[in-house]
C-alpha cells in the first residue's frame, strides 16, 4: 500500500487539493469560484500537454534511432530488425494517442516527464535543478523589472502633463525658481525612461549581453559569464574554515548579468504599460471627483489611479514569466550558463531530444498556468471590482 502511494503521490496532490476546495466551495461563492478555476487550470494542462507532446512527435527520428545510432558509434553492427526491436521495447510502436496517454499518466501520478534520449536517462534526472536555476533567473529577472518600471513608470506619468517650468503666480520668485528646478528635474528623468524603454524594446537581450561581455573585454577584466570564475567552480559552499564568503562575492559578480539582461526588455515594456495604465486610469471621472473633492497631490494618485493601475499588472505576471523565459535560451548560450533554457536549446537543435525539449516546455507552461492561477484568486479575494465580477457580489 505504501509502495503504491509513494508512486501515485502527485495524483493523491492533486485529488486532495480538488477535494479541499469542493468541499469549501459548498458554502462559500469565492472558494466555489476557486475550484471552478482550478478545474480550468487542470484542463488546461492537459491540452498543453496533449499539444505539445504531438509538436515533438511531428519532429523527425525517434528515441530508438538516436539509441540505435549511438550503439553504432560503439562499434556494432546494427540492422533494421534492430531498430524495430529498439522501438517496441520503448513502446514506440504504439500510435501517437496511446504513447500520449503513457505519458500523461506517468506524469500526473508520480510526476514522471519521460526518458532523454539524448543523455540516457530520465528527463527529472537530465534536468536536474536546472529547471529551478532557470525559475530562480526568471523570477529575479521579474522582480528587478518591476522596481524599476513600477516607481518610475508612476513618475513618467505624473509628469506627462506638467510644464518644465513653475509658473504659479501665487508663488514667490524663489519658490517658482525651487519649482521649476524640481519640474525640468522630473521631466529629464521622464524622458531618459522614455529613452531606455525604447531601447530595452528594440535592443534585443543576446547584443545587450555580448556588448557587456566585450565591454569587459576591452577593460582587460575577467568575463562575468557563467555562474562562477575558473577559481571557484569546483570550491564548495562550506570549507574547513566555514562558509566561503569569496564564492559567494564570485556568485554575485556573475549572476547580476543574466538577471540584468533577461531583465531589461521586461522592465522596458512594463515601464510602457505601467505608464499608459496610469494615465488611463488618471483621466476617467471618479479622480476628477476627488480632485474636486480637494484631495490633490501624492494622497491623490496614491489613492485613485495608481491603486486601480496595480491590479492589471498584478494579473499580468504569468504572461511576464513566459516572455522573460522565452528571451533566457538564446542569452544562456550567450553567456554561458547550463540551465533548463540552454538544455532546450540543445534538445532542439543539437540532439532533437523531443522528450526532453516536452518535458522542459510543459514545465514552463505549468509554471504560467499556475501563476495566472494564483493572480485570479488573489484578486478575486483582495480587489473589490474582480469580486463583483467574478462572484455577482
Not at 513502446?91 to 499518466?105: A, F, N, Y
Request: aromatic share 12%; with cysteine.
Amino acid at each position: 500500500m505504501m509502495q503504491f502511494l509513494s508512486d501515485t503521490w502527485l495524483l493523491w496532490i492533486l485529488l486532495s487539493v480538488g477535494g479541499l476546495l469542493w468541499w469549501s466551495g459548498r458554502d462559500s461563492q469565492y472558494f466555489h469560484y476557486v475550484f471552478n478555476r482550478y478545474l480550468m487550470a487542470l484542463a488546461t494542462l492537459l491540452l498543453v500537454s496533449g499539444i505539445v507532446f504531438s509538436l515533438m512527435e511531428v519532429l523527425p527520428g525517434d528515441c530508438a534511432e538516436k539509441y540505435i545510432a549511438y550503439k553504432n558509434t560503439q562499434g556494432e553492427t546494427i540492422t533494421q530488425a534492430d531498430i524495430q526491436a529498439e522501438r517496441v521495447r520503448m513502446g514506440l510502436d504504439k500510435s501517437l494517442p496511446e504513447r500520449w496517454g503513457r505519458w500523461v499518466t506517468n506524469l500526473t501520478l508520480r510526476g514522471d516527464l519521460g526518458f532523454s534520449c539524448a543523455k540516457r536517462q530520465s528527463v527529472n534526472l537530465a534536468l536536474g535543478n536546472r529547471f529551478w536555476m532557470s525559475f530562480m533567473f526568471c523570477i529575479a529577472g521579474l522582480v528587478f523589472a518591476y522596481l524599476i518600471a513600477v516607481p518610475f513608470g508612476i513618475l513618467s506619468a505624473f509628469t506627462i502633463n506638467k510644464s518644465w517650468t513653475d509658473k504659479n503666480p501665487q508663488h514667490s520668485k524663489a519658490e517658482q525658481l525651487l519649482g521649476t528646478a524640481i519640474l525640468s528635474l522630473q521631466k529629464v528623468v521622464d524622458l531618459l525612461l522614455r529613452i531606455i524603454s525604447y531601447l530595452g524594446l528594440a535592443l534585443p537581450n543576446f547584443l545587450l549581453a555580448l556588448t557587456i561581455i566585450l565591454l569587459y573585454v576591452f577593460a582587460g577584466e575577467p568575463m562575468p559569464t557563467g555562474l562562477f570564475s575558473d577559481q571557484w567552480a569546483g570550491v564548495p559552499w562550506f570549507g574547513v574554515n566555514g562558509f566561503e564568503t569569496g564564492k559567494l562575492y564570485d556568485f554575485l559578480g556573475h549572476i547580476w548579468l543574466p538577471i540584468f539582461v533577461i531583465g531589461w526588455s521586461a522592465t522596458a515594456l512594463q515601464l510602457q504599460t505601467v505608464r499608459a495604465l496610469v494615465v488611463d486610469e488618471s483621466n476617467k471621472l471618479y479622480v476628477d471627483a476627488a480632485r474636486a473633492r480637494g484631495v490633490d497631490g501624492v494622497a491623490l494618485w496614491a489613492g485613485y489611479p495608481v491603486r486601480h493601475s496595480i491590479s492589471p499588472l498584478f494579473n499580468s505576471i504569468g504572461f511576464d514569466f513566459q516572455r522573460v523565459f522565452n528571451d533566457l535560451p538564446i542569452v544562456a548560450v550567450v553567456i554561458g550558463l547550463t540551465d533548463s533554457a540552454a538544455l532546450l536549446i540543445e534538445a532542439l537543435s543539437m540532439t532533437n531530444d523531443q522528450e526532453l525539449a516536452a518535458g522542459i516546455l510543459f514545465l514552463v507552461a505549468l509554471v504560467v498556468i499556475s501563476m495566472n492561477f494564483l493572480t485570479d484568486v488573489v484578486l478575486a479575494a483582495i480587489d473589490p471590482r474582480v469580486r463583483k465580477s467574478v462572484l455577482g457580489n
